[in-house]
């Protein structure tokens, strides 16, 4: 897994800003195809109890 850095810090992956998932999944937030960085989700996030 490469380094993301991820300022999500309430996901319970996220470690002083960087993902510490094995694996992450990418979705485009909505339908259609993405043409900006912001129609893009990260469907691994979990929020941390
Ligand atoms: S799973 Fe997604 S939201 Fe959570 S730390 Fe990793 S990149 Fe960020």
């Known amino acids: ?3 993301i850095k991820c300022s ?3 996901c319970k992956w996220n470690n ?3 993902c510490q998932a094995p694996m992450i999944q ?3 937030n909505g ?4 043409e900006k960085s ?3 989700k990260c469907e691994t996030f979990k ?3």
């Open 47 to 49: 929020m941390s109890s």
């Open 16 to 18: 002083a800003i960087e």
């Open 26 to 28: 990418v979705d485009r």
């Open 8 to 10: 999500v810090t309430e």
């Open 38 to 40: 912001d129609q893009t």
């Open 31 to 34: 339908a259609g195809q993405a």
């Open 1 to 3: 897994m490469p380094q």
